[in-house]
């Protein structure tokens, strides 16, 4: 999330000049020229000792150097610097100056010059132009916030701001010198396909919305049009990646292009990735090649229901140990730099999963009905057989945002009760509700998390 609108207020006679009226960006409008003075600097090797001694008296302004060329032609030739001096002070005026200003004057250590500093529209923020754009009335609610994903600046504008949509764009653009492309969403996430895609428009800069993110240390090649990314997210995708250990098995029933399941493949953690968007599958292969974690991660292309069913015989039937050969060494400059070469290792796949992970908050905690019963005929893979536990789920979902904090808490844990058939409430063992984040002014984004009951998963 990026927020071009925290700049300090720049003091009136520093800002740009304004127009109202304008529809379509004219950078060239935005000049101005502010009368100032300025110590001629006489001696180039004292210009950090005056710095310091002319501190209180130097112009002190956001993104502005205060020191600058001699404003005299031939002295700029001959590499001479003044400092800009503060607006109250008239070069012309000594009752404006400092006792330090004019001790250093009289010392023929400076001397003091009217300066002609010229602003134009490089530089002044996104928010200083925007504001000389826009209504006064709108001015309190600029539009600022928005998401970057790779090259790309995805815009959610409001009614109002609509009509300076192009304005706003381009403004971004030059402003963010990363940025390529800026698209603002006009429905909501999931309004046109089951994919958690959106419809956008094209605001600024080219239409290419094929995109590389880094994300976890790990790369991810996709092109946002097709598929699910949300940059806000990632630190929610940490605090799940911590709850994994190496060497367990993750089933990433809505993997998407593969925000848990690659990270977790980096850490040695034996991952069934997931998802029905045919282009999260091919983004997501693509993902555990790019981070060579293929002998981790296996990406599937099948709907989330029937991939709980099939996952966990999957998991229990697949090969029992995976080989890890390492690269060999690198040539090494001598001998006394060569290493010993790191030697193979081979790891046992658990049979069980420990964690299922149900991204998709609209609609997951609808799939949770496929764990009734899901290893009934196969209690002894589980304690007390076993060392294994039943296996944590992790359930997103959307709440209504209220005063009482339990109150989403209660209202999740009653739709999980319903669709598994067996309560569970706030406050019991392996049972936490996670508030994720914001997602509208009456909605936020939830994380359940519990452990499968046995008297579900056997029933």
Known sequence: MSDPGKALKLPEMFRPPVNRAMRILDRSYFKKDVPLAAARVLDNSQ???????????????????????????????????????????????????????????EQHQVAMTPYNLTLDYDYWSYHDIMTAILPVEKQDDLPTGFSIVGHIAHLNLREQDLPYKHLIAAVLLDKNPQLRTVINKVDKVGGHSEFRTFEYELLAGPPDLRVTVRESDCTFHFDY?????????????????????PGEAVCDVMAGVGPFAVPAGKKEVFVWANDLNPDCFTS?????DVNKVSKFVHPFNEDGRDFIRTSFRDLLFSPRLVHLVPRGPRHARSK?????????????????????????????????????????????????????????????CFSAKTDDDGEAGRIICEAISETIGHTIRPGNEDVVIWDVRDVAPHKRMFCASFRLPAEVAFR
């Open 47 to 105: 210009i950090n000792r005056l710095r310091i001694l002319l501190h209180q008296d130097l112009l002190q302004i956001d993104r502005m150097q205060n020191v600058r060329p001699d404003p005299e032609e031939n002295d700029v030739k001959m590499g001479r610097r003044a400092l800009l001096m503060r607006p109250d002070i008239d070069p012309r005026n000594k009752s404006t100056w400092t006792s330090k200003l004019n001790d250093l004057v």
């Open 284 to 288: 997501l292969q693509e993902a555990v």
């Open 336 to 396: 006394s730099l060569a290493k010993a070469p790191p030697t193979s290792r081979t790891l046992l796949v658990p049979k069980t999963f420990s964690h299922y992970v149900m991204n998709l908050p609209a609609t997951a905690i609808t799939f949770l009905d496929a764990f009734i019963s899901i290893y009934r005929g196969h209690e002894e893979l589980f304690q007390p057989h076993t060392s294994a536990k039943l296996p944590m789920i992790h359930v997103y």
């Open 225 to 245: 049009s097709k598929v699910y990314w949300n940059t806000r997210l990632s630190t929610e995708h940490n605090r799940i990646l911590e709850m994994f250990a």
